[in-house]
């Protein structure tokens, strides 16, 4: 069934393959959010005089009891059905015969789909949102945890000073603060009501777009149509980008991860159940999932360029180029998912190995603390910075590495801020809800 097939007409088998492609499957998606802006719309229809109230009422009761059939997984797009759109007007019009046939007043394929696609990706960011809050809150509590913990700095991959687990992990708690705001971003954009814009200029029914928007509760609505259109895409990009960074600090502590729990560095270490053997080498533990989680966190990362790559150059109005954003944005979005699933899941099961510094090939590490002992005994920094690089050439230098290390400003080994931390999560994420 196709909702724009005129009599006398069809259309080649394989035009409707290549054109139709794999949206079914990603409509699938698609379906409850089809259900619920339907439900909106012949609301408002109602409401404006646009459907008798009797078919109003049918309409309603059998749209929602579509959507418990798609809540109940029950739900499927026929083969002979183009999309999801298409399904559900056809279910309901068999369920309550012509009055089903008039939801689509005031309504456009177009505008059908951008709201679906607005309301999925405002559901998904929710979603994700609450999986970057469970990691965030593992990084916080395993960062305190141990935070005395000393381990080796690095600037470009040579050992620099010192740092500690808890300054690492607590690092990545923050970078995932401002991934936050990426989504927060992106969830203000996906949060507008396109309905109503139809094929992207308007009705001349009088609709009530802002009656819509409150019954599906979005924050504001698309107010241009011809915008609204636009949005589509652009909606999907902005996601990818918030996507994008969090997948950018997972691959980094993923990364970080393979190198530390290396024997060569064993930092930390997880139960040999979370690792994986080798066919060849039995004293092998390899970390297969942080390296599947670096590469899956690439892969998304390059989301936005494809992204780009397909709506670059269009010019206003609907593109069939559009339908394939799904096939990008929406498989993307359950990697994530599953990589912040994971991740959680290691980081729990970590040990950290606490007498990583006792290792004389870390001495280095303490001469900017040395050279700072010197400058609070009234030495000119540049010249206790010359005389402790005299005594590293000299092979001279020596370090009491059991003394206790005093950094207290904010940020520093001694001071995490993982409280002041904590607390811009919480104002952030919290701008993320309907």
Not at 2 to 14: A, C, G, R
Not at 96 to 125: E, F, P, W
Request: glycine share 6%; with cysteine; charged share 25%.
């Amino acid at each position: 069934m196709k909702l724009w097939k005129k009599d006398n007409t069809s259309t080649s088998e394989l035009i409707e393959k290549f054109t139709v492609g794999n949206d079914r499957d990603f409509d699938l998606l698609l379906a409850k959010f089809d259900a619920e802006a339907s439900i909106a719309h012949v609301t408002m229809l109602g409401e404006q005089g646009l459907m008798k109230q009797d078919d109003v009422n049918q309409a309603i009761k059998g749209l929602q009891k579509i959507h418990e059939t798609i809540i109940r997984g029950k739900f499927s797009i026929a083969a002979n059905m183009e999309d999801v759109h298409s399904q559900i007007e056809w279910m309901l019009t068999e369920e309550i015969g012509d009055a089903g046939k008039m939801i689509h007043t005031g309504r456009s394929r177009n505008d059908q789909v951008a709201v679906d696609i607005k309301l999925y990706l405002r559901s998904a960011i929710i979603e994700i949102k609450e999986d970057v809050l469970k990691l965030f809150e593992l990084l916080v509590q395993k960062s305190n945890q141990h935070k005395d913990v000393l381990i080796p700095g690095y600037t470009h991959l040579q050992t620099a000073m010192p740092s500690s687990i808890g300054l690492w992990l607590g690092a990545y708690a923050e970078s995932l603060v401002d991934d936050m705001e990426f989504l927060s971003a992106a969830f203000q954009v996906a949060n507008k009501n396109p309905l109503g814009s139809g094929a992207g200029y308007g009705s001349s029914f009088p609709l009530n777009r802002k009656r819509t928007t409150e019954l599906l509760h979005f924050k504001t609505l698309n107010y241009n149509s011809v915008y609204a259109q636009m949005s589509r895409g652009k909606t999907e990009k902005l996601t990818a980008y918030a996507l994008s960074s969090v997948a950018a600090t997972l691959s980094k502590l993923a990364m970080d991860c393979c190198l530390y729990v290396n024997q060569n560095f064993d930092f930390i270490s997880f139960p040999e159940e979370l690792t994986t053997g080798s066919s060849i080498m039995p004293h092998k533990k390899n970390p297969d999932v942080f390296e599947l989680i670096r590469g899956k966190c690439n892969r998304i990362q390059a989301v936005p360029n494809e992204l780009t790559l397909l709506l670059n150059n269009l010019p206003s109005g609907y593109h069939r180029d559009m339908q394939l954003t799904k096939e990008i944005i929406f498989p993307a979005m359950e990697s994530l998912r599953n990589c912040l699933s994971m991740m959680q899941m290691m980081l729990g099961a970590i040990s950290v190995n606490k007498d990583i510094l006792k290792d004389k090939k870390y001495a280095y590490l303490f001469s900017v603390e040395k050279v700072n002992e010197l400058v609070n005994q009234g030495i000119p920094f540049r010249d206790a910075y010359a005389k402790v690089g005299n005594m590293i050439n000299e092979g001279s230098f020596q370090f009491d590495q059991e003394k206790e290390l005093k950094h207290t400003h904010e940020g520093s080994i001694g001071n995490l801020c993982n409280e002041e931390i904590t607390q811009e999560m919480k104002k952030i994420s919290g701008t993320i809800s309907i």
